[in-house]
């Protein structure tokens, strides 16, 4: 099994007729992406940061993008059920880091942050570990 980052997961979801390289690299994404793949943590990460930063891609279809990237039978995801709760928070309205940063969090009691829109946010959703602020 290989891994892929982040840029061969944005050509294979995502169409960009004003780059040439994306389409030029596209056809080895669709190649790597046919065979069984690992994706990490960090570049689920990395992938969100790319559609929403670089791509400008509304929250509506970065989800659809990671809903059907979790549904890819092939593709294994470190940490599934973390990156699913993760889309579930995001769903509420958590910035996507700040959700993964609770869900790899998720055996504390709480999450220390002085973050006040995730404070309230997280909490308003009932999201564990709560969030406390220092």
Same mark, same amino acid.
């Given at each position: 099994?290989?891994? #892929?980052?982040?840029?061969?997961?944005?050509? =294979? =979801?995502?169409? /960009?007729?004003? /780059? !040439?390289?994306?389409?030029?690299?596209?056809?080895?994404?669709?190649?790597?992406?046919?065979?069984?793949?690992?994706?990490? !943590?960090?570049?689920?990460? $990395? *992938? $969100?940061?790319?559609?929403?930063?670089?791509?400008?891609?509304?929250?509506?279809?970065? $989800?659809? #993008? *990671?809903? &059907?990237?979790?549904?890819?039978?092939? #593709?294994?995801?470190?940490?599934? @059920?973390?990156?699913?709760?993760?889309?579930? &928070?995001?769903?509420?309205?958590?910035? *996507?880091?700040?959700?993964? @940063?609770?869900?790899?969090? @998720?055996?504390?009691?709480? *999450?220390?942050?002085? /973050?006040?829109?995730? @404070?309230?946010?997280?909490?308003?959703?009932?999201?564990?570990?709560?969030? $406390?602020?220092?």
């Amino acid at each position: 099994m290989k891994a #892929v980052d982040a840029n061969v997961l944005a050509h =294979f =979801f995502i169409d /960009d007729p004003d /780059d !040439v390289e994306a389409a030029l690299q596209k056809p080895a994404a669709i190649q790597a992406m046919s065979q069984a793949v690992f994706v990490p !943590v960090s570049v689920i990460l $990395e *992938f $969100e940061w790319v559609m929403r930063g670089f791509y400008a891609l509304p929250r509506k279809d970065i $989800e659809l #993008v *990671f809903k &059907a990237l979790c549904g890819l039978a092939h #593709v294994i995801i470190e940490d599934r @059920h973390i990156v699913l709760a993760v889309l579930a &928070a995001f769903h509420q309205g958590l910035d *996507f880091a700040d959700a993964l @940063h609770l869900g790899r969090s @998720h055996q504390c009691q709480a *999450f220390i942050s002085f /973050d006040q829109r995730l @404070h309230k946010r997280a909490n308003k959703a009932g999201l564990l570990p709560t969030v $406390e602020m220092p």
